[in-house]
C-alpha cells in the first residue's frame, strides 16, 4: 500500500527558502507537488517521472522551485527559493504512472503542509 507524508512546511518571509520533503513508502511511481491556496482550486507546482530523468513545472515557479527525488528513500523534494506571498498554499504530495499536469492523473496523495510566506 502507498502511503505518502509530506513535512518541510513552516513560516517563512519573502525571499526565503523552504524543502518540501515526502516519504513515498511502497510506491514505484513518480512524484508531483500540487498547492491549494484558500478559496482556489489545487493547483500543480511540479512533477517528476521515476527514474528522474522527466521533470515539469508551474511556469511561475520554474527557475526557483527544483523537485527531485532519491529512489532509494522512497523520497520526492521540492526546494523552493525565492519565496513570495503568492506561493502561500497547502502543499500536496502525489504519486502517479505519469508525469502530468493533472491532478486526476495522480493515484495517491498526502495530507499536505502548510507553507505561508509573509510580505
Known amino acids: 500500500q502507498v502511503q505518502l507524508v509530506e513535512s518541510g512546511g513552516g513560516l517563512v518571509q519573502a525571499g526565503d527558502s523552504l524543502r518540501l520533503s515526502c516519504v513515498a513508502s511502497?510506491?514505484?511511481?513518480?512524484g508531483g507537488w500540487f498547492r491549494q491556496a484558500p478559496g482556489k482550486e489545487r493547483e500543480f507546482v511540479a512533477a517528476?517521472?521515476?527514474?528522474?530523468?522527466?521533470?515539469l513545472y508551474l511556469d511561475s515557479v520554474e527557475g526557483r522551485f527544483t523537485i527531485s527525488r532519491d529512489i532509494a528513500k522512497k523520497m520526492v523534494y521540492l526546494q523552493m527559493h525565492t519565496l513570495r506571498p503568492e506561493d502561500t498554499a497547502i502543499y500536496y504530495c502525489a504519486a502517479g504512472p505519469r508525469v502530468s499536469r493533472i491532478p486526476g492523473a495522480y493515484l495517491y496523495w498526502g495530507q499536505g503542509t502548510q507553507v505561508t510566506v509573509s510580505s
Open positions: 511502497g510506491s514505484t511511481y513518480g
Open positions: 517528476i517521472n521515476w527514474s528522474g530523468r522527466e521533470t
